[in-house]
């Protein structure tokens, strides 16, 4: 496994609603369970993260939490996916992914980037989103600050 930081930038927004920019620096784990495959494990707000990379044509990611509540979104440029959002005390709420765009790029330096637009629709309530995801190698001694998170309206 080799130690990584994980740069993560969300725009939310709703229908009628003010949008909303979430930007996340957490220190993770790369590996590459298959050939082909890329993984990086991290935290956040509490949640285990498993975000898998498939260098595959096309380009899917993969997006899967874990803790006090369950989820998995699949990316795939123009695709949907239909799954669960499974709540710690028990139950189920459905959950659809839509994706309208899809990058991503490995530089030669080990550095990912990717950038995904996409709508979730929750129990009838859809948001839209836009991600913006770096991946790179930590140097040693250095390690990203788990607690630096920040939130904004726009």
């Not at 969300?10 to 949008?19: M, P, Q, W």
């Not at 790369?30 to 260098?55: D, I």
């Not at 993969?62 to 979104?73: L, V, W």
């Not at 839509?98 to 990058?103: A, D, E, K, N, P």
């Amino acid at each position: 496994m080799i130690p990584v930081t994980v740069r993560i930038r969300t725009r939310f927004s709703a229908e009628g609603e003010e949008s909303e920019v979430v930007e996340v620096v957490r220190p993770g784990l790369l590996s590459e369970p298959e050939p082909g495959q890329v993984c990086v494990r991290y935290t956040h707000e509490g949640r285990a993260v498993c975000l898998t990379l498939e260098n595959s044509s096309p380009c899917v990611v993969k997006i899967r939490q874990s803790g006090e509540t369950e989820t998995e979104m699949v990316f795939a440029e123009g695709g949907r996916h239909t799954g669960v959002y499974r709540l710690h005390g028990g139950g189920e709420i459905p959950l659809t992914v839509r994706t309208h765009r899809l990058f991503s790029e490995q530089a030669p330096e080990g550095i990912f980037r990717v950038e995904l637009a996409y709508e979730t629709c929750l129990s009838g309530f859809c948001r839209h989103a836009e991600l913006s995801l770096q991946i790179r190698p930590r140097s040693a001694g250095t390690s990203a600050d788990p607690g630096k998170a920040g939130r904004s309206s726009r």
